[in-house]
């Protein structure tokens, strides 16, 4: 295929991932925002989004002319070839996706699309959603087609140029096999599909690691009432390859910018065609406890009770990687702690302070100054590399509690201290002989 012109509309996680990675691919993109001050950032080329590689990429494309940032979508449609929709659909009003974004889009462009422009919906949206937009839009000559991306937030541009698959899905063929031919250079099978089909695959999915993620936390809290090892029990589990290995380590409940609105999303869509999605909600359920099992477990090593327990938390963005706080399960887990009368003080590598209920330092250290007892929420790597006996100095309690079983317990035994995972058998610190 030979390069196309293409506008991303939307400069968010994925459109600005999906713009800097097509102009990669060889296609002119411009990328369009309503934000001004941020077109003026991206145009100078400084990137806000912690992603591996995507500043590199996004810098390449300025300097090859292939990747250009704008303000408005009316202008910069009137001669593509392809309109990728990447706007956010955030949560709404009972857990439904709230689609406003994408339809003052549509809106704004629908007459002024050239002929033959394909119309592409990127966002994660309801099944329906294609044809909800070719009915906006009104017109015959523009197609519409569904194309989802299957981003990991960290490994986003890795992703995005190594998939596992592509998946478009239209009522026109051509259309759709067009989309498909944009990552023509990308070795991945393409599943060509209608348009609700389509849509519904990336909820599928995303629900579906929801569903695993829900069921080894489950596994753990049994773990610990039988005295089992969640580590030993998934290890076992993974070599199965119906089942394997990813998406199956225990932490203190699933959150970002996916799967909580994804899987509200889909319970809402299945309400709508009167089916109650039980299996889906118990999922949902089922991290709502878990959040409430690691704050049991805080309160716990501080002796019941949380009025006035000296907190330090180690991470506050919903995975190791990013910046992002979307739906952290760190955040709700520090919420909970607050509200119980905790005093916390937090440090994430990559997020500053701003935060309510929490004094957020710069300093991993800072954690541990008279805390009673220290939480890991965040599976940052450089966590394992702290000076644990350093750490232990500081604390006035001994007891460290680690939600993503990321320390090795023997190294925070050996600094005096206890170590408590998911799942795991508690490891009680070593009571030093006094001479």
Same mark, same amino acid.
């Given at each position: 295929m030979s390069a196309a012109r293409i506008v991303v509309v939307g400069t968010g996680y994925v459109g600005l991932t999906t713009g800097a990675c097509l102009a990669s691919l060889g296609h002119r993109v411009t990328c369009v925002d309503v934000d001004e001050a941020k077109v003026a950032r991206l145009s100078a080329g400084r990137v806000d989004i912690l992603e591996p590689g995507l500043a590199e990429l996004v810098e390449r494309g300025r300097g090859t002319g292939r990747l250009s940032f704008v303000v408005g979508a009316g202008d910069a449609v009137r001669d593509a070839e392809g309109v990728f929709l990447c706007v956010p659909t955030p949560m709404g009003a009972g857990g439904s996706a709230d689609l406003r974004a994408v339809e003052a889009v549509t809106a704004e462009i629908g007459d002024v699309l050239p002929a033959g422009c394909v119309l592409i919906t990127k966002s994660t949206v309801p099944v329906g959603t294609a044809e909800r937009i070719r009915t906006m839009v009104g017109r015959r000559d523009v197609p519409v087609v569904a194309n989802p991306e299957f981003l990991r937030e960290g490994t986003a541009v890795r992703d995005f140029l190594n998939p596992d698959r592509i998946v478009v899905g239209s009522d026109s063929l051509v259309a759709a096999r067009w989309v498909g031919d944009l990552y023509a250079e990308l070795t991945a099978p393409v599943v060509v599909a209608d348009a609700a089909s389509a849509e519904l695959v990336k909820y599928a999915a995303n629900c579906f690691l929801a569903l695993k993620l829900s069921y080894v936390n489950s596994m753990a809290e049994l773990c610990e009432r039988l005295g089992a090892d969640i580590d030993l029990?998934?290890?076992?589990?993974?070599?199965? +390859?119906?089942?394997?290995?990813? &998406?199956?380590?225990?932490?203190? =409940?699933?959150?970002?910018?996916?799967?909580?609105?994804? %899987?509200?999303?889909?319970? +809402?869509?299945?309400?709508?065609?009167?089916?109650? &999605?039980? !299996?889906? #909600?118990?999922?949902? *359920?089922?991290?709502?406890?878990? +959040?409430?099992?690691?704050?049991?477990?805080?309160?716990?090593?501080?002796?019941?009770?949380l009025a006035g327990a000296r907190v330090g938390?180690?991470?506050?963005? &919903?995975?190791?990687? #990013?910046? *992002?706080?979307?739906?952290s399960p760190a955040l709700a887990v520090s919420s909970v702690l607050g509200a119980l009368g905790a005093e916390?003080?937090?440090?994430?590598?990559?997020?500053?302070?701003?935060?309510? =209920? !929490? %004094?957020?330092?710069?300093?991993p250290y800072q954690v541990a100054k008279d805390a009673d007892v220290v939480v890991v929420l965040t599976e940052w790597a450089e966590f394992r590399n702290l000076d644990w006996v350093a750490m232990a100095e500081a604390m006035e309690g001994d007891d460290v509690v680690d939600t993503r079983n990321l320390l090795d317990p023997r190294m925070i035994l050996d600094a005096g201290l206890s170590w408590q995972g998911v799942g795991r058998p508690r490891a009680a610190r070593r009571q030093v002989a006094v001479s």
């Open positions: 029990v998934t290890e076992g589990m993974g070599y199965d +390859r119906r089942i394997g290995r990813t &998406f199956l380590k225990p932490g203190p =409940g699933w959150g970002g910018s996916c799967l909580p609105k994804d %899987t509200s999303a889909l319970v +809402r869509v299945a309400e709508s065609v009167d089916y109650d &999605f039980r !299996m889906l #909600t118990s999922a949902i *359920d089922e991290n709502i406890a878990q +959040r409430d099992r690691v704050v049991a477990k805080i309160a716990g090593a501080c002796g019941g009770t938390v180690l991470g506050l963005a &919903f995975k190791a990687g #990013t910046n *992002d706080l979307r739906d916390l003080t937090a440090y994430d590598p990559a997020v500053s302070g701003g935060i309510d =209920g !929490m %004094t957020v330092v710069d300093d």
